[in-house]
């Protein structure tokens, strides 16, 4: 990365409200987890959509860098040729920003952030951080734009401004966002999930029932709109599906996800495997 040039691109309105998926928040996690022995930090580029004022990132990719008492470098090949295969894969998501871990900036972000605001031009880039310490048990993510200072602003000189930050959940992913928060201290393997999810779908039976029942009793005025979406559930299921079929398809499904669980499990122990040898080598 050459510190000695000028950023001389006329940027555009500043960003108001950065919106991060929490994918993007697994993957730092991930990366960070997964750093070389000895590096305190590790940075990476942020993916998405913006508009005029708001920035959502949807995905990153980590970026090998280095820093040391003089001098930080970036590898801007590394970032070239994943920024040209996921334009590849998603060519609606662009380059808005990088991440770095730990709780602060540091005395290479301004040059790091000159670095990406050179690919996110006419845009100033976001810089996310996150605090993996979790010192007050909580994931500390910290997103900042930058400004020119002074007269004849260079690349070191800058001052971060932070910026309103919450997390976008997807209606499709907040149910599993949910069963982790639940149980951060002792996650639930396949089977109890599995159980915990069909005493879910029996408390919203009961809720249904209870429905009806008062509904039938007077109790309750009726919907029109709810009786017939209950009308065609009930009728879909009673068509397709007899109960010896089922229980059939049912006691499938179990073994199938203990054939996944049994095979993520022998995975996850190569993975673990090879990752410790490659530290002996």
């Known amino acids: 990365m050459d510190s000695s040039s000028a950023l001389t691109t006329r940027f555009s309105a500043p960003t108001r409200t950065v919106h991060v998926h929490p994918v993007v ?95 996110t031009a006419p845009h100033q880039a976001i810089h996310l951080t996150v605090d993996t310490s979790i010192a007050d048990a909580s994931l500390g993510v910290r997103a900042y734009s930058s400004a020119p200072l002074g007269p004849t602003p260079k690349p070191e000189n800058c001052v971060f401004q932070p910026l309103p930050t919450s997390l976008l959940v997807p209606a499709q992913e907040r149910a599993g966002l949910e069963l982790l928060v639940r149980n951060q201290t002792s996650p639930l393997s396949d089977l109890p999930a599995l159980g915990a999810a069909l005493e879910r779908v029996l408390e919203m039976l009961d809720d249904v029932l209870g429905y009806v029942s008062a509904v039938v009793k007077g109790e309750k005025q009726g919907d029109a709109a709810v009786g017939r979406a209950l009308m065609d559930a009930v009728a879909g299921v009673g068509s397709r599906f007899g109960r010896e079929e089922m229980e059939r398809l049912f006691n499938g499904h179990v073994q199938d996800t203990l054939a996944v669980s049994y095979l993520a499990s022998l995975v996850r122990t190569q993975v673990e495997i090879s990752s410790r040898l490659n530290l002996l080598t």
């Open 25 to 119: 928040l697994f993957s730092v996690l991930d990366h960070y987890l997964r750093r070389p022995l000895g590096q305190e930090r590790v940075i990476g580029a942020l993916l998405g959509t913006r508009t005029d004022t708001d920035v959502e990132v949807r995905s990153s990719f980590a970026v090998p860098h280095s820093e040391g008492e003089e001098q930080a470098t970036v590898d801007s090949e590394h970032l070239r040729s994943m920024l040209e295969l996921s334009a590849k894969v998603n060519p609606k998501e662009v380059v808005v920003g990088w991440y770095a871990t730990g709780p602060a900036l540091n005395a290479y972000s301004a040059l790091i952030q000159n670095f990406f605001s050179q690919e």
